[in-house]
């Protein structure tokens, strides 16, 4: 007892440990964050010495920017989108690899190798498939006599397909979440359910899913914050094009600093974006964690 | 039953396999083959390969990665680990405040303060320079770190602090002679996790390593395909060997990426 009054009331000194990454977050991260709310109240162009503060002139202009509002639509397509398919189909996968079956492991490794590959390689790989002259899908239509498809000069169509090409990538860390979630379960809860004469669905509404919340949760918050924030694959499979109508907050924020030189513009659409995203996962990680039920 | 499982395991391990056929199709097809993607060459050529290497710089790209991921990962490694002791054996309201802090940054998107970093990077000189860019990827993959580090160091007995203690060692020597070692497993969780971020990293290096000298290779990668949109072939090639060096690191010691993913994931 002694030993631990005297180890916390002279512990202080340790606090010394974490100056290091304070450091860190202080110069890069709280500075720009400050920084960037002065920056978003000046025209400023990002390069020359001189501009003025204009107020919350760059925030109104948003609202009359027509591009905004694609921009947005798209932003929530690739974070709830990605989200809801990556979710559902790491689960599928899960509970079919969480059989007893030889090779499970090597499908489990094929799946997750995507994740480990950089995300703008990966926008590549699937560029190979869409391109219009010599795409890979465009191939297979021919072969059915069809008329080949510009697939991504659709701004609708390409944020369908970067929001796939997001999920394919990184289902593989839905499926492990999921599969690291169904070997925690019991599993002489299946054997009651079982002698009470439950069948498959029951079993899996009854036992598997609440039992699963706590995975259902991590996934969910990690999609969401990946998907809006998505970039590489934008920037590799269509830049955000044709215009902004494949265009992500991160995307269309890029071109407003450095193609259209508007500084204090892309400055308030980072802070409305911050703002957006922290709001969305941790309302979703409020709401997640109160379904949570305790084993 | 059985043989129905095992023609969707089949089909499920092919279906994600084809990006990677196509891919490799490619980069193998001599410029001269114009059949489909989807017909594997016959008369392979390593000539792709040669002139990917050579145009896109990828020997540099490939230094530069290196130099740039091994010391943005032992800066994250130290300066988390020393940064979690205090915060997770005494949880006073200012440390748990502090913890907040460093955890609350998770949340942030390194792109929505591009703009202020990016002027400040420039103000300091910091512009194609490797410093720059490590001292960035340190940081914001710092939140990371010390959330896996606490939780972990919250698992540690206290009563080996304690014994410690008795035996003389004084409070720092504690956490280098006790707490340390024993962060072994966690250690190789965050050195695979901080160091694929930083080595696939695009957002960050595409604005901070331009110069040709100092690229990383996904910077490499997109100023070359930008450059030879033409030559698909070459660009096809420059991905194998761009994702080459992660996978043959992953397939040796996959067991670890997939756990270390789990540890990540379940104990937030």
Redesign the interface.
């Known amino acids: 007892m002694q030993?631990?009054r005297?180890?916390?009331s002279?512990?202080?000194?340790?606090?010394i440990?974490?100056i290091?990454?304070?450091i860190?977050?202080a110069?890069?991260?709280f500075?720009?964050?400050i920084?960037?709310i002065r920056?978003s109240f000046t025209n400023w162009d990002?390069y020359s010495q001189q501009y003025s503060y204009v107020g919350f002139e760059k925030y109104w202009a948003m609202l009359s920017d027509k591009n905004i509002g694609t921009t947005i639509i798209n932003t929530i397509i690739f974070g709830f989108g990605s989200t809801i398919l990556q979710n559902i189909l790491g689960l599928a996968?899960a509970l079919?690899l969480d059989?007893q079956?030889r090779?499970?492991g090597?499908?489990?490794?094929?799946?997750?190798?995507?994740?480990?590959?950089?995300?703008?390689?990966?926008g590549?790989?699937?560029y190979?498939?869409f391109q219009f002259d010599?795409?890979?899908v465009n191939?297979?239509l021919a072969v059915f006599g069809a008329q080949p498809i510009d697939w991504l000069s659709s701004g609708p169509r390409a944020v369908w397909i970067i929001t796939f090409v997001n999920t394919?990538q990184f289902m593989g860390?839905a499926m492990?979440?999921f599969v690291?979630?169904l070997q925690s379960i019991p599993k002489d809860y299946y054997e009651a359910a079982s002698i009470d004469g439950a069948n498959w669905w029951s079993k899996f509404k009854n036992i598997t899913l609440p039992l699963l919340m706590?995975?259902i949760t991590?996934?969910i918050?990690?999609n969401i914050?990946g998907g809006?924030?998505l970039?590489?694959v934008i920037?590799?499979m269509t830049n955000g094009g044709p215009g902004y109508a494949s265009s992500s907050l991160?995307t269309m924020?890029?071109n407003l600093?450095f193609a259209r030189q508007d500084?204090g513009y892309?400055?308030a659409l980072?802070?409305v974006?911050?703002l957006f995203?922290?709001v969305v996962?941790?309302t979703s990680l409020i709401l997640l964690k109160r379904k949570e039920v305790k084993l | 039953m059985k043989t129905l499982?095992?023609s969707?395991?089949t089909l499920?391990?092919s279906l994600?396999?084809i990006?990677?056929y196509?891919?490799l199709s490619?980069a193998l097809k001599p410029s001269d083959d114009?059949s489909?993607?989807?017909i594997f060459p016959i008369d392979m050529t390593m000539d792709n390969f040669s002139n990917a290497w050579n145009q896109a710089h990828l020997s540099q790209a490939l230094m530069n990665n290196f130099i740039i991921t091994v010391c943005s990962v032992v800066l994250i490694v130290f300066?988390?680990a020393?940064?979690?002791?205090?915060?997770s054996?005494?949880p006073t309201k200012w440390?748990q405040f502090?913890y907040l802090?460093?955890i609350s940054?998770l949340?942030?998107?390194a792109?929505?303060?591009?703009?202020?970093?990016?002027?400040?990077i420039v103000d300091l000189g910091g512009i194609n320079t490797y410093w720059a860019a490590i001292?960035?990827q340190?940081?914001?993959q710092?939140p990371l770190t010390?959330f896996l580090f606490t939780g972990f160091i919250s698992s540690v007995p206290r009563e080996l602090?304690?014994a410690g203690?008795?035996d003389g060692c004084n409070?720092?020597a504690i956490?280098f002679r006790i707490i340390l070692p024993l962060l072994k497993p966690i250690t190789a969780t965050v050195i695979i996790l901080t160091g694929?971020n930083v080595?696939?990293d695009?957002?960050f290096s595409i604005f901070f390593l331009q110069r040709v000298s100092v690229q990383t290779?996904?910077v490499a990668?997109?100023q070359f395909?930008s450059q030879f949109q033409n030559q698909?072939s070459w660009?096809?090639a420059g991905?194998v060997i761009?994702?080459l060096p992660?996978?043959v690191l992953?397939?040796f010691l996959?067991k670890y990426?997939?756990r270390g993913?789990?540890d990540g994931?379940?104990k937030?």
């Open positions: 030993v631990k005297k180890m916390l002279s512990s202080a000194i340790l606090n440990m974490y290091p990454a304070l860190f977050f110069v890069f991260i500075y720009p964050f920084e960037g920056i990002g996968y079919f059989q079956l090779a499970k090597l499908v489990r490794t094929i799946v997750y190798l995507p994740v480990i590959i950089s995300s703008l390689i990966m590549y790989i699937w190979f498939f010599g795409g890979a191939d297979i394919f860390v492990t979440i690291a979630g706590p995975a991590v996934n918050v990690l914050i809006l924030k970039f590489d920037v590799a991160s924020m890029y600093y500084a892309a400055a980072g802070n974006m911050f995203i922290a996962s941790i | 499982k095992y969707v395991l499920m391990g994600h396999l990006p990677f196509i891919l490619m114009t489909s993607k989807w300066i988390g020393l940064a979690s002791y205090p915060l054996r005494f440390n502090i802090l460093c940054c949340i942030v998107p792109l929505t303060i591009l703009v202020p970093l990016y002027s400040m001292l960035t340190v940081t914001f710092l010390i602090d304690e203690l008795i409070k720092f956490f694929l080595w696939n695009y957002q290779i996904p990668l997109s395909i698909i660009v096809a991905c761009g994702m992660v996978t992953y397939l996959q990426f997939i993913l789990a994931a379940v937030g």
